[in-house]
């Protein structure tokens, strides 16, 4: 893989296939297979230059000097219809005499200030150029005038782009970078390895930059200048063997700018990104960016590996990155990423990332009011540094459930995303926050493969109108593992499962002066006090046989309840809190939930029992979404310190109704 550092580069050269240089500089190159009489493109506006090399193309690689004048150009090239040419005139004595101990390279571009098309190598000598791929020289006609000539075909591909190449690749493989843009090193590139391609198989590759942000509109993590397109033609779709790919993965590369807002550790994070309908949007596993000079050490090839050698359009322009400092940007910084794909797409890069809940969930706000706290996000990376520059996307999940503004945010420094507004609707709310390629952990960040949505939720519970919510404490109570509906503090009604000589303090909202009243005034089975504080005396131990209570929570004409012990609790969802009493010498308790089934109508009397919940905490209340209209049972079992079991409680009863 690769090519004679001494460079004639064009369509009859392993170049670009629809650019010709034309004679004196080369022999004829009409009878080419890539040359068709028929396709001369006479509408452009091509130019011509010629800087000063940093040494001899023979002897190895070798780029124009950085930061030099040209010594010739650029300038406008002459169109000539008849012969169907091009072609511009080069006095080498001015305004730059050429030095004989010099080497020098001829460049066409499409046109001014766009790609390189070709290039040529030359060597002054006496009263004419050697040209040093062929070792022939060409006189000058008046001993300092050099014709430059040459031919551009319809279809080329780089013409008015600022960096782009095109490149003929055989099964031997190639290393293939685009032109300089501005003097800047800006390119992408790609090392295809020899037997990506069948014996006797040709493409041609052409590698353009895009000029959008964002690079991939299908993805929202942040992503930043440095975005190409990478194509073959014909199709790797069209491909007979391993259609749609290459036969080994190649690596395709970026120089990337990045702003100096993102960390040096982040700049190690960094991932290549791609998009094509056939595979999707995905994360490319990095791979060595050692073939493109931009910071050729970031990913190192190993000795003798792929990219050891120069690469054919990196002796173009681009090496000259290796020694030569980069110019300085305000706000920029240049960084090589290389990516291991199977085929060509549009290719960007990008910073992987997570997010998480930072503010605003489980809150409780009036019907048709926005919620106290707008809901907030946090996106990182995976060393839990901010991101910015990523896109988070909200939405409420159910039609006619409340609204949020804006619906979409942008991260800055601090890598939050937060919503101005969030208005509640009836009963319990949801609000997802939701992004491509961002998400919670342990999926996200994804560093390869196909990126996929992540969704975090927030939840809150809109209460209307001259109406109380009553809920349990939060205080030392454990909620149900595994289930993302279960958090603190409730948000919506929940039902009350005590064994006796057990108390709860109950909550209410909104912040009102209330006064407490018992559907049990002499506390026979349960008391409520002035301050909420609520003490049970008998318990649910007989599945035939409720003992209920609705304590209430009166502020002028608005009540609000919450049930005790019943087999009629009616709110959904089925939240149900537990409270027993602790237990001597118990270090843990492993609570057991249980659902009836083939039961007696209006009781807890069930012909079998299945376990819905079986878990462990060290607290004495537990919070659980019960599973269906229908009877249940809990119970706790004790354990020491040491682990073992104790005896466990009593089953205690209850009932929903919906």
Same mark, same amino acid.
């Given at each position: 893989?690769? $090519?004679?550092?001494?460079?004639?580069?064009?369509?009859?050269?392993?170049?670009?296939?629809?650019?010709?240089?034309?004679?004196?500089?080369?022999?004829?190159?009409?009878?080419?297979?890539?040359?068709?009489?028929?396709?001369?493109?006479?509408?452009?506006?091509?130019?011509?230059?010629?800087?000063?090399?940093?040494?001899?193309?023979?002897?190895?690689?070798? *780029?124009?000097?950085?930061?030099?004048?040209?010594?010739?150009?650029?300038?406008?090239?002459?169109?000539?219809?008849?012969?169907?040419?091009?072609?511009?005139?080069?006095?080498?004595?001015? !305004?730059?005499?050429?030095?004989?101990?010099?080497?020098?390279?001829?460049?066409?571009?499409?046109?001014?200030?766009?790609?390189?098309?070709?290039?040529?190598?030359?060597?002054?000598?006496?009263?004419?150029?050697?040209?040093?791929?062929?070792?022939?020289?060409?006189?000058?006609?008046?001993?300092?005038?050099?014709?430059?000539?040459?031919?551009?075909?319809?279809?080329?591909?780089?013409?008015?782009?600022?960096?782009?190449?095109?490149?003929?690749?055989?099964?031997?493989?190639?290393?293939?970078?685009?032109?300089?843009?501005?003097?800047?090193?800006?390119?992408?590139?790609?090392?295809?390895? !020899?037997?990506?391609?069948?014996?006797?198989?040709?493409?041609?590759?052409?590698?353009?930059?895009?000029?959008?942000?964002?690079?991939?509109?299908?993805?929202?993590?942040?992503?930043?200048?440095?975005?190409?397109?990478?194509?073959?033609?014909?199709?790797?779709?069209?491909?007979?063997?391993?259609?749609?790919?290459?036969?080994?993965?190649?690596?395709?590369?970026?120089?990337?700018?990045?702003?100096?807002?993102?960390?040096?550790?982040?700049?190690?994070?960094?991932?290549?990104?791609?998009?094509?309908?056939?595979?999707?949007?995905?994360?490319?596993?990095?791979?060595?960016?050692?073939?493109?000079?931009?910071?050729?050490?970031?990913?190192? *090839?190993?000795?003798?590996?792929?990219?050891?050698?120069?690469?054919? $359009?990196?002796?173009?322009?681009?090496?000259?990155?290796?020694?030569?400092?980069?110019?300085?940007?305000?706000?920029?910084?240049?960084?090589?990423?290389?990516?291991?794909?199977?085929?060509?797409?549009?290719?960007?890069?990008?910073?992987?990332?997570?997010?998480?809940?930072?503010?605003?969930?489980?809150?409780?706000?009036?019907?048709?009011?926005?919620?106290?706290?707008?809901?907030?996000?946090?996106?990182?990376?995976?060393?839990?540094?901010?991101?910015?520059?990523?896109?988070?996307?909200?939405?409420?999940?159910?039609?006619?459930?409340?609204?949020?503004?804006?619906?979409?945010?942008?991260?800055?420094?601090?890598?939050?995303? $937060?919503?101005?507004?969030?208005?509640?609707?009836?009963?319990?709310?949801?609000?997802?926050?939701?992004?491509?390629?961002?998400?919670?952990?342990?999926?996200?960040?994804?560093?390869?493969?196909?990126?996929?949505?992540?969704?975090?939720?927030?939840?809150?519970?809109?209460?209307?109108?001259?109406?109380?919510?009553?809920?349990?404490?939060?205080?030392?109570?454990?909620?149900?593992?595994?289930?993302?509906?279960?958090?603190?503090?409730?948000?919506?009604?929940?039902?009350?499962?005590?064994?006796?000589?057990?108390?709860?303090?109950?909550? *209410?909202?909104?912040?009102?002066?209330?006064?407490?009243?018992?559907?049990?005034?002499?506390?026979?089975?349960?008391?409520?006090?002035?301050?909420?504080?609520?003490?049970?005396?008998?318990?649910?131990?007989?599945?035939?046989?409720?003992?209920?209570?609705?304590?209430?929570?009166?502020?002028?004409?608005?009540?609000?309840?919450?049930?005790?012990?019943?087999?009629?609790?009616?709110?959904?969802?089925?939240?149900?809190?537990?409270?027993?009493?602790?237990?001597?010498?118990?270090?843990?308790?492993?609570?057991?939930?249980?659902?009836?089934?083939?039961?007696?109508?209006?009781?807890?009397?069930?012909?079998?029992?299945?376990?819905?919940?079986?878990?462990?905490?060290?607290?004495?209340?537990?919070?659980?979404?019960?599973?269906?209209?229908?009877?249940?049972?809990?119970?706790?079992?004790?354990?020491?310190?040491?682990?073992?079991?104790?005896?466990?409680?009593?089953?205690?009863?209850?009932?929903?109704?919906?």
């Amino acid at each position: 893989m690769g $090519r004679p550092t001494a460079l004639v580069l064009d369509g009859a050269h392993n170049g670009d296939p629809e650019f010709f240089f034309l004679p004196p500089l080369v022999p004829d190159p009409s009878t080419d297979p890539n040359f068709d009489p028929a396709k001369f493109d006479a509408t452009l506006a091509p130019t011509v230059e010629v800087c000063r090399l940093t040494g001899d193309p023979r002897s190895g690689p070798v *780029f124009c000097v950085a930061n030099a004048a040209l010594v010739f150009g650029p300038v406008n090239a002459i169109l000539d219809l008849t012969s169907q040419q091009y072609r511009v005139n080069w006095d080498t004595k001015s !305004p730059t005499l050429l030095d004989p101990s010099q080497f020098y390279r001829i460049r066409v571009r499409g046109a001014a200030g766009k790609s390189v098309l070709g290039s040529l190598d030359v060597d002054p000598v006496d009263q004419g150029i050697k040209n040093l791929r062929s070792g022939d020289v060409v006189q000058f006609p008046d001993g300092r005038t050099l014709p430059i000539k040459f031919r551009i075909e319809q279809g080329e591909r780089c013409t008015f782009n600022a960096d782009c190449v095109t490149q003929v690749v055989g099964a031997g493989g190639a290393i293939i970078i685009t032109s300089e843009a501005g003097g800047g090193v800006t390119g992408g590139a790609v090392a295809i390895p !020899p037997d990506a391609l069948d014996p006797g198989e040709e493409i041609t590759v052409t590698i353009s930059r895009l000029d959008r942000q964002p690079c991939l509109p299908q993805i929202d993590i942040a992503q930043f200048e440095g975005c190409f397109q990478f194509t073959a033609d014909p199709p790797l779709s069209a491909r007979t063997h391993n259609p749609g790919r290459f036969n080994t993965d190649v690596v395709v590369a970026i120089c990337v700018e990045l702003p100096l807002t993102i960390t040096q550790a982040q700049e190690g994070l960094l991932q290549l990104h791609a998009f094509d309908a056939a595979q999707g949007v995905r994360a490319l596993p990095n791979a060595s960016a050692a073939f493109l000079p931009c910071e050729p050490n970031r990913f190192p *090839f190993p000795p003798g590996g792929l990219g050891a050698r120069p690469g054919w $359009r990196g002796i173009l322009d681009r090496v000259a990155a290796f020694a030569v400092p980069q110019p300085a940007y305000a706000s920029m910084v240049h960084l090589g990423v290389g990516g291991s794909s199977c085929c060509f797409s549009d290719i960007g890069w990008a910073l992987p990332a997570k997010m998480a809940v930072l503010a605003g969930d489980d809150q409780l706000a009036a019907l048709g009011d926005a919620v106290a706290t707008p809901p907030a996000l946090l996106v990182t990376d995976a060393n839990n540094a901010p991101v910015a520059g990523a896109t988070v996307h909200f939405r409420i999940p159910s039609t006619g459930a409340g609204s949020v503004t804006p619906t979409q945010v942008v991260t800055g420094a601090d890598g939050v995303a $937060r919503v101005d507004s969030w208005v509640l609707a009836a009963g319990t709310n949801s609000l997802e926050a939701f992004a491509t390629g961002i998400g919670p952990t342990p999926t996200f960040p994804i560093v390869s493969g196909p990126l996929s949505e992540g969704v975090v939720t927030f939840t809150a519970a809109g209460v209307p109108p001259g109406t109380i919510l009553v809920r349990p404490s939060s205080g030392g109570v454990t909620t149900q593992s595994g289930n993302s509906n279960v958090s603190l503090p409730l948000t919506q009604p929940s039902g009350l499962s005590m064994q006796s000589g057990t108390g709860i303090q109950l909550e *209410f909202f909104p912040a009102v002066t209330v006064i407490w009243s018992s559907s049990d005034p002499t506390g026979t089975n349960a008391s409520v006090n002035t301050t909420g504080l609520v003490a049970v005396a008998q318990e649910n131990d007989d599945p035939t046989t409720a003992h209920e209570v609705v304590f209430s929570a009166l502020a002028g004409d608005v009540v609000g309840s919450i049930k005790l012990n019943s087999f009629g609790f009616d709110h959904f969802r089925r939240f149900t809190t537990l409270v027993w009493r602790p237990v001597a010498g118990a270090a843990t308790y492993d609570v057991e939930v249980d659902f009836g089934n083939g039961c007696t109508p209006d009781t807890a009397v069930c012909d079998s029992w299945t376990q819905q919940v079986s878990q462990t905490t060290s607290n004495l209340r537990f919070l659980f979404e019960f599973v269906g209209a229908q009877p249940g049972r809990w119970r706790v079992v004790p354990r020491n310190a040491a682990g073992a079991a104790m005896t466990p409680s009593e089953f205690v009863y209850f009932r929903y109704v919906i």
